[in-house]
């Protein structure tokens, strides 16, 4: 998907103008506009994003889906820290929240005097990686992520964005789909 022709707005939002599968006609679409490119990152919101203590009335908002197809986007939209809003809890671990680090690692959140604040220990947080595969689908990939515990086990699956306000939706194993809401530092 190109967010460039989508107006370059901190939380870009696509029209019918802006068809990641499909193309818009222009140098990037194949014959009959049925072959867009995915040529470049897709860039993610740069904010600004609620304060932990003022995020669970930002998650009723419902936002706007947004496909990101590689891996390189991915990890550009999921590095960050997010507020939980509903779902499953991954690993059955109850928490506030996640972060996501840009080093592999990821901690679980818990909220203490509106803060988010980084769980300590071995089941506080753990490694994450990538594994992708392009898919039989022009200009889609399917990338599982993977959350393994610092204390053991581990578990993967894929993500989903929003933005308007920027959320991911973490289907992760068997447990069920998990929503998170980006917040500030």
Same mark, same amino acid.
Request: charged share 15%; glycine share 18%.
């Given at each position: 998907?190109?967010? !460039?022709?989508?107006?370059?707005? /901190? ?15 222009? %140098? ?5 506009? +049925?072959?867009? !490119?995915?040529?470049? $990152?897709?860039? $993610?919101?740069?904010?600004?994003? $609620?304060?932990?203590?003022? %995020?669970?009335?930002?998650? %009723? ?19 960050? #820290?997010? =507020?939980?809003? /509903?779902?499953? =809890? ?17 901690? *679980? ?5 509106? @803060?988010?604040? #980084?769980? &300590? ?8 990686? *990538? =594994? &992708?595969? @392009? ?5 889609? =990939? ?6 393994? #515990? ?9 993500? #989903? *964005? ?11 194993? +068997? %447990?069920? $789909? ?8």
């Amino acid at each position: 998907m190109l967010l !460039t022709a989508c107006g370059g707005q /901190s939380e870009p939002v696509c029209g019918s103008d802006c068809d990641p599968l499909h193309g818009t006609g222009g %140098a990037g679409a194949g014959s009959g506009g +049925g072959g867009g !490119t995915l040529s470049s $990152p897709i860039p $993610p919101p740069d904010g600004p994003f $609620p304060a932990a203590g003022d %995020a669970s009335a930002a998650c %009723a908002d419902p936002g706007t889906v947004v496909d990101v197809f590689d891996a390189k986007s991915i990890r550009a939209w999921l590095v960050r #820290r997010w =507020y939980f809003c /509903s779902g499953s =809890y991954i690993f059955l671990d109850t928490h506030a929240g996640i972060e996501i680090v840009d080093d592999g690692t990821w901690y *679980f959140l818990d909220l203490v005097d509106g @803060q988010l604040v #980084r769980r &300590e220990g071995f089941n506080g947080g753990g490694n994450w990686s *990538f =594994y &992708e595969n @392009q898919s039989s689908t022009p200009n889609a =990939y399917t990338v599982q992520v993977n959350l393994d #515990r610092f204390s053991g086990g581990g578990i993967g699956g894929f993500v #989903r *964005f929003a933005v308007s306000p920027l959320k991911v939706n973490l289907s992760m194993g +068997g %447990a069920g $789909p998990s929503e998170y809401l980006a917040v500030g530092p």
